[in-house]
């Protein structure tokens, strides 16, 4: 009996240990390094911050993406301008007789529209190149620059639209990278600078010129309509009054609008110009300060014009 006690026993006691404490004490020391990783992990991401010059990029192309609808205003300006002037005339239109007067307009926003679009593009490319990221380019930005013809830009600002386009094409795009991103900012300032411009000399002088002419053909319309229903009937005269504060409203929340993209035009210019200014040295604390304000007023216009439109 003892021999076989003796026996037994010792195979029980090296048994248990294996069994049944050695995946407990890998649970204990797998817990707290999967805290300690996911810890780390979380700490790292809190730390790590986009480049200033990616997150003013990123603004610049979110900004002028919010452009679209207010200079399709233009052309819709153009239809109402001539509906007042064919209710005086006649007292009657139709849709396609208000289109052949606005073909041209048309064409012109179309133009201006694509010079924006190409901007934007450059920003959006920027902005991946900031992070090191890939750059695509949509198929479309290749037949823009004939379509700017027609925007009002003068031949240099085309020809700079052209450049834009040409770089955003180009396979050399992709050997750009953030340590290289000053050369593609030396590149194209100019360009941008002569893009910039010319948008905010059509959209600031242009465009606030044909909304004061279908504010004066609204007034004109309004005055004539009230007068000749304020005496026989006097409710129509109230409604048709509510109906031009209505729209005397709404044209002033579009030149508003219009205010706004010229200021971020400017500040996609001079932001810009920062980043040519500081091109050997983009990771500079100056170069965040003076950038700061920039993304800031953009983001601002971004979400103004968002809510207008």
Same mark, same amino acid.
């Given at each position: 009996?003892?021999?076989?006690v003796?026996?037994?026993?010792?195979v029980?006691?090296?048994?248990?240990?294996?069994?049944l404490?050695?995946?407990q @004490?890998?649970?204990?020391? /797998?817990?707290?390094?999967?805290?300690?990783?996911?810890?780390?992990?979380?700490?790292?991401?809190?730390?790590?911050?986009?480049?200033?010059?990616g997150r003013?990029a990123?603004?610049?192309?979110?900004?002028?993406?919010?452009?679209?609808?207010?200079a399709k /205003?233009m052309y819709?300006?153009?239809l109402?301008? /001539?509906a007042?002037?064919a209710?005086? &005339?006649?007292?009657?239109y139709?849709?396609?007789?208000?289109?052949?007067?606005?073909?041209?307009?048309?064409?012109?926003?179309?133009?201006?529209l694509?010079?924006n679009?190409v901007l934007?593009?450059?920003?959006?490319?920027?902005a991946?190149?900031?992070?090191?990221?890939?750059v695509t380019t949509?198929?479309?930005?290749?037949?823009?620059?004939a379509?700017?013809k027609? =925007?009002?830009?003068?031949d240099?600002q085309?020809?700079a639209?052209a450049?834009?386009?040409?770089?955003?094409?180009?396979?050399?795009?992709?050997?750009?990278?953030?340590g290289?991103?000053?050369?593609a900012?030396? =590149?194209?300032?100019?360009?941008?600078?002569?893009?910039?411009?010319g948008?905010?000399? &059509?959209?600031?002088r242009?465009?606030?010129? &044909?909304?004061?002419i279908? =504010?004066?053909?609204?007034?004109?319309f309004?005055?004539?309509?009230?007068n000749?229903?304020?005496?026989?009937?006097?409710?129509?005269?109230?409604l048709v009054?509510?109906d031009? +504060?209505?729209?005397i409203?709404?044209?002033?929340k579009? @030149?508003?609008?219009?205010?706004?993209?010229?200021?971020?035009?400017d500040?996609?210019? +001079?932001g810009?110009q920062?980043?040519y200014?500081?091109?050997?040295?983009l990771?500079?604390?100056?170069?965040?300060?003076e950038?700061?304000?920039?993304?800031?007023?953009l983001?601002?216009?971004?979400?103004?014009?968002?809510?207008?439109f």
């Open positions: 009996m003892h021999t076989a003796r026996t037994v026993f010792p029980a006691i090296r048994t248990r240990p294996v069994t404490w050695r995946p @004490r890998k649970q204990i020391v /797998e817990k707290p390094l999967i805290r300690i990783c996911f810890t780390s992990i979380a700490l790292l991401t809190a730390c790590v911050q986009p480049s200033e010059v003013f990123k603004s610049a192309s979110e900004t002028t993406a919010e452009f679209p609808p207010v /205003e819709t300006s153009c109402r301008f /001539e007042y002037k209710q005086r &005339i006649s007292g009657w139709d849709n396609e007789s208000l289109r052949m007067p606005c073909a041209s307009r048309d064409s012109a926003v179309a133009g201006v694509a010079a679009r934007g593009a450059y920003f959006s490319a920027l991946k190149l900031a992070d090191d990221n890939v949509d198929r479309e930005i290749g037949g823009l620059a379509i700017v027609k =925007s009002g830009l003068n240099a085309v020809d639209v450049e834009l386009t040409k770089y955003l094409t180009s396979t050399l795009l992709d050997t750009y990278r953030r290289k991103i000053g050369d900012v030396a =590149s194209q300032n100019g360009n941008v600078v002569l893009v910039t411009n948008l905010r000399d &059509i959209i600031g242009d465009y606030r010129q &044909i909304l004061d279908e =504010s004066r053909a609204a007034s004109d309004y005055h004539t309509s009230i000749e229903s304020r005496e026989h009937e006097p409710l129509a005269a109230v009054l509510r031009r +504060d209505d729209r409203a709404e044209l002033t579009k @030149r508003d609008a219009i205010t706004a993209y010229v200021r971020a035009l500040a996609v210019r +001079d810009h920062k980043l200014d500081h091109r050997n040295d990771r500079a604390k100056v170069l965040s300060a950038l700061a304000d920039q993304i800031e007023t983001q601002k216009i971004s979400r103004q014009l968002e809510r207008a």
